[in-house]
């Protein structure tokens, strides 16, 4: 997976948009549920703290939670080379899932 596959994959999402965050590029539908470092290697994604155990132990090589309160919260980093896109759609549509939610 590369950094360009990753932005496609992405906005191939129903009511994804794309806006500069920090250094990051953001994907967003209600809110931001992704993001895509500066050199395409890696990604951000906004799981639930359960999907994001669930996706660690299913690709203990590419998924980890970022460590510090915000990968307490779900947030979780995904190393991209050397992953295929199938592997990476559920997590992806998970994180879309939870951006698309409306906050209660």
């Known amino acids: ?8 994959m992405a906005l191939a999402l129903p009511g994804t ?14 809110r931001i549920y992704a993001s895509l470092s500066p050199d395409g290697r890696s990604a951000n994604l906004n799981l639930s703290p359960e999907e994001q155990a669930h996706y660690a132990v299913l690709l203990p090589n590419h998924v980890r939670p970022i460590p510090n309160a915000w990968g307490a919260r779900g947030w979780t980093e995904v190393t991209l080379p050397d992953l295929d896109p199938e592997t990476l759609e559920g997590p992806l549509r998970a994180a879309w899932t939870r951006g698309s939610a409306r906050r209660l």
């Open 1 to 8: 997976m590369t950094g360009a596959g990753f932005r496609a």
């Open 17 to 30: 948009e794309e806006a500069p965050h920090f250094d990051r590029s953001a994907f967003r539908v209600r």
